[in-house]
Each structure stands twice: as structure tokens, then as C-alpha cells.
């Protein structure tokens, strides 16, 4: 089990790990996705939901598949699919807390937008946490789980991988992590795309309560 008391460096996946799935938020980009590919291509809402799952599986989000194989602008497609109501999640002053109980910077590692995730962090309430949101678009659109996401991000901030923490729901997604040194920790849900490889070993720590584990570690 990999040492979480010498840690340097906090990162966190946004949605459905940075606040709890049960929320649903992330249910309306869903819809909003399908809507897009729908208007975008015309097609029927059925076959838009089918194209829209085979590409996340395929590629690691849809809006990659739609850039590979139709040319979609990106930032056409994120300012659509996260047009939504954000006011469904809670002040979480609890999770406040323990992102400041936490000793060193902290930071957002998403395959959305800066724009979607200072929304969701200023909902909650904890956007002053953060010293920076890396999204999709800094990662010259490379998706999680492709490395270059990863690479791209360490470099930036200068990171020494081995005191450097990633937290996500996506347990595929901690694997290049582990694999350049990272300490992982994956928030279970009732995804169970998102609990594929739950049990892999590129999991160090695990939790279905992401407040309840920081308290933990800081205490």
C-alpha cells in the first residue's frame, strides 16, 4: 500500500470525484452530448446515444471520437455540452475543510473545461482550494487515459511524480499515473465502467467517500 504522509502535490479528477456521483450532475452533460451529436450530424436521437457510448469507449471521451472521425470543433462542442444547471450541487463546506487540512497545493485534472470546472468548484464552494485546473485543452486534447495527458501535466507544474497524489472515479485512469510513480486513490461508484480495473494493482488506496478519506490522511 503506497505512503500517503510525504505527500507534496493533491490532484483531483472533477466530476463524480471531486463531488459525490450521487449528485447527477454529470447526467446532464450526458443528455446534452447526445443532444449535440443529434443537431450536429442528424441524426436520430437513438443512433446520436449509440455513436455517443461507442466513441467514449473507443476513444476515452466522445468529443475525441468526434474530432478523429467527423472534424468537430472542441470548444464548440464543451461550451454546448456544459450549458447546464449547476445549481443541483450542494455548498460543501465539509469538503472545504478538508481540502484545507490538506498540506500542499491542489489541483484539478479533468478531460472537460476550465470553464465547467470553475463552475462546479464555485457551486461547492471550494474554488480557492485550487492553485490550477488542467483540462482537456492543455492536454492538446489527448484524453485520459492517453499519456500525453499525464506527461503534459507533470511538466507544467514541475512535479516529482513519487509525491504527487491523483484521486479519480475512473479507475482506468490512475493506471499511467501509477505507472510514472503517482500514489493512486479511486472513489468507487455504481459505474460499472468507471469500477473497471477497481482491483487492479495501479490502485493504492480506495474509498466510497472522498471527504471521509481526506479527513483520514490529514488526521
Not at 472533477?14 to 450530424?41: H, K, M, S, W
Not at 468507487?188 to 472522498?210: E, P, Q, R
Request: charged residues 20%; glycine residues 6%; aromatic residues 10%.
Amino acid at each position: 500500500m503506497a505512503d500517503l504522509s510525504h505527500v507534496d502535490y493533491w490532484v483531483f479528477d472533477l466530476d463524480n470525484t471531486i463531488y459525490p456521483a450521487e449528485c447527477n450532475l454529470f447526467a446532464q452533460v450526458d443528455v446534452r452530448i447526445g443532444e449535440y451529436i443529434a443537431r450536429t450530424l442528424d441524426l436520430p436521437h437513438d443512433k446520436a446515444r449509440h455513436m455517443q457510448k461507442g466513441f467514449f469507449r473507443q476513444y476515452g471521451t466522445t468529443m475525441q471520437g468526434l474530432m478523429e472521425e467527423y472534424g468537430i470543433d472542441p470548444h464548440h462542442f464543451m461550451n454546448y455540452v456544459h450549458d447546464i444547471d449547476y445549481s443541483q450541487l450542494p455548498d460543501s463546506t465539509d469538503l472545504d475543510e478538508a481540502l484545507k487540512r490538506l498540506e500542499g497545493p491542489k489541483y484539478i485534472f479533468t478531460n472537460g473545461s476550465v470553464k465547467h470546472a470553475e463552475a462546479v468548484l464555485q457551486q461547492l464552494g471550494v474554488a480557492a482550494r485550487f492553485a490550477d485546473i488542467f483540462d482537456i485543452a492543455a492536454a492538446n486534447f489527448h484524453p485520459k487515459p492517453q499519456e500525453p495527458f499525464y506527461d503534459l501535466f507533470l511538466d507544467r507544474h514541475g512535479m516529482d511524480p513519487a509525491a504527487t497524489v491523483l484521486i479519480e472515479d475512473m479507475a482506468i485512469n490512475l493506471k499511467p499515473a501509477h505507472d510514472r510513480g503517482m500514489t493512486t486513490v479511486h472513489v468507487h461508484t455504481s459505474s460499472d465502467w468507471a469500477m473497471n480495473g477497481h482491483d487492479a494493482d495501479y490502485v493504492h488506496h480506495s474509498t466510497d467517500n472522498l471527504i471521509a478519506f481526506l479527513n483520514r490522511v490529514s488526521a
